[in-house]
């Protein structure tokens, strides 16, 4: 499974983005799909997960309430729409897919991950 991530660029703090991540495969459809970031010198962090049928979801303390993920089934892959977009969004955005249908907030959980998109927040 490939997946593929886009819709990172440069947003003025306040604004929104919305990114979007394609799967080359069905097999991603049966299986929950996250969004973890990585701002420059930090570790990869969580900040969504969504599960198999799209039903359940789970955020991060730093984005609920700002950031909204869904299923897109046209592509088999998941679009994280955020909002209220601040400086500390600043990182690559990456999209990937959990070993189960339920996911987690646990990197080593997903098995799958696409190359990342670029989110930047000016102040």
């Known amino acids: 499974v490939q997946l593929q991530a886009s819709g990172g660029g440069l947003v003025q703090a306040g604004g929104s983005l919305r990114l979007s991540c394609a799967a080359s495969?069905?097999?991603?459809?049966?299986?929950?799909m996250a969004w973890f970031r990585q701002a420059p010198g930090k570790a990869r962090e969580f900040v969504a997960t969504i599960s198999w049928n799209g039903r359940t979801t789970y955020y991060a303390d730093s984005v609920k309430g700002r950031f909204t993920i869904s299923r897109d089934r046209a592509n088999s892959g998941v679009t994280l729409q955020m909002n209220s977009l601040e400086p500390e969004d600043t990182a690559i955005y990456y999209c990937?897919?959990?070993?189960?249908?339920?996911?987690?907030?646990?990197?080593?959980?997903?098995?799958?991950w696409g190359q990342g998109t670029l989110v930047t927040v000016s102040s």
């Open positions: 495969r069905r097999t991603s459809s049966n299986n929950a």
């Open positions: 990937a897919t959990s070993r189960s249908s339920y996911g987690s907030s646990d990197y080593a959980d997903y098995l799958y």
